[in-house]
């Protein structure tokens, strides 16, 4: 057996060195049996984690779900890093997460977390800001409430300035006070406040101190007015201040400012003065304007000339530029000047 074997295979390498050449079929059939993997069928490479540049927290513990959009499972609750204090702003290194990451289990090479191209992580604390307004209106409750002193004829001047707090921004209740002394005659004020329900004020409590001052209701715009604009009713708003250094000319009255004129810029916020308003003029120095006198049956009216500026109401000096006669009139209207009926008389002299 093995004799023909060895025979058989001496005839077929003569009959392949005897055969002309092939073209390249063969190869192609070999090909076909084992075909060699394509990039199509090899497997996908796992897709890299990236990371947040900013992050926004109402907690206290930044998670990797946090900091990993797309983390799954119990890697996404894992606790990462403290978050910074309610209403504060941190950064965390982009190499920290890296490190706590693998040490965590999240990630097992730095290759596969991809922090496009920032270094650090900005990390913003939510927060419910408490302002001096919240404080003030606490202790001025609770003045009125326990002592019986009218607050709404003062306010609150706080030793150092309002404190900045914040607390949980779920917390929507008013600020309580807890304790409160009050001395009458100096007028010295002794709070200690709180948000129900807060645990930060709970483990730091709110202490102020501060005097009651006397106020004064004062017109003040809403906006910033221009130099001869008109005020309107939505222009301005009666706030209460410290009546020390306000001044005798301070506006109490929005009406006083209303359909008023500014006779320079207006600051939003600054309290008005009498001198800061006019009423607008509707007849100008100089100006020709129609003389009427008007009494049952019968009308008179002649041209004239103003001799002073007038808003409406104003009584001003109109002259007849033919007989050069000065009448006293009321301005009535743009260019209108009334007369009284006694005045009849000089009316039909100064024609």
């Known amino acids: 057996m093995i004799r023909l074997s060895l ?14 050449p092939q073209k390249q079929a063969a190869p192609v059939a070999v090909a076909s049996v084992a075909p060699v993997p394509t990039a199509a069928a090899a497997p996908a490479l796992p897709q890299r984690l990236r ?6 927290l109402a907690r206290d513990l930044v998670t990797f779900g946090d900091l990993i959009p797309g983390l799954a499972g119990d ?3 894992t606790a990462a890093f403290r978050a910074p204090g309610l209403g504060e702003t941190g950064t965390i290194q982009v190499a920290r997460v890296v490190e706590a990451a693998r040490g965590a289990g999240v990630i097992r090479d730095a290759s596969e977390l991809e922090s496009q191209g920032f270094a650090q992580i900005v990390v913003t604390r939510a927060a419910r800001r408490i302002t ?8 001025r409750a609770g003045l009125q409430e326990r002592f019986g002193v009218d607050a709404r ?4 001047a706080i030793d150092g300035g309002a404190p900045a707090v914040a607390v ?6 008013d600020v309580a006070v807890l304790d409160l002394s009050f001395d009458a005659r100096s007028r010295r004020v002794q709070a200690r406040l709180a948000v129900p329900g807060s645990m930060a004020m709970r483990l730091k409590p709110l202490r102020i101190s501060g005097q009651l001052v006397e106020t004064v209701e004062v017109v003040v715009p809403k906006r910033a007015i221009a130099r001869g604009e008109t005020l309107t009713v939505a222009d301005v708003v009666v706030e209460r201040r410290p009546r020390d250094g306000q001044g005798t000319e301070i506006l109490s009255d929005a009406r ?8 320079r810029a207006l600051i939003a916020g600054a309290p008005l003065r ?7 003029e509707i007849v100008a120095k100089g100006d020709l304007v129609t003389i009427v006198y008007e009494s049952p049956g019968l009308m008179i009216t002649l041209r004239g000339r103003a001799n002073e500026a007038g808003a409406m109401g104003d009584v001003i000096s109109i002259t007849n530029p033919q007989s050069k006669r000065v009448l006293q009139g009321k301005v009535s209207g743009p260019g209108k000047v009334s007369v009284q009926p006694s005045a009849a008389g000089r009316i039909a002299s100064a024609k």
């Open 7 to 20: 025979i058989a295979l001496v005839l077929s390498g003569t009959a392949a060195l005897a055969a002309p």
């Open 132 to 139: 001096a307004a919240d404080l003030e209106g606490a202790v």
């Open 168 to 173: 949980e921004p779920e917390l929507t209740g």
């Open 274 to 280: 009498s001198s800061d308003v006019q009423r607008e």
């Open 75 to 77: 890697a996404a609750t």
């Open 153 to 156: 004829l003062f306010a609150l």
């Open 51 to 56: 990371l947040r540049a900013e992050l926004n």
């Open 256 to 263: 006083a400012a209303i359909d008023k004129v500014a006779r």
